[in-house]
């Protein structure tokens, strides 16, 4: 078969392209990827809004002070 991002003749067993070294297997690694990514970013979306009412709390009851 060949690769799908740079055309080179790779092994029908081959995971990742042996010349550019994309995955081969994208249907099956690409959605697993896409979820973790998706996951740490909803996590660090989260996290920011965290900071974020913390900072506002703080802010708060610096003002009282
Ligand atoms: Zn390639």
Redesign the pocket.
Known sequence: MF??????E?SEKAVV??????SLKNEFVQPVQQTVRLAIAGLAISLLGLIEIILITAGIFASIK
């Open positions: 690769c799908s991002n740079c055309g080179a790779v392209c042996v010349k550019c070294g994309v």
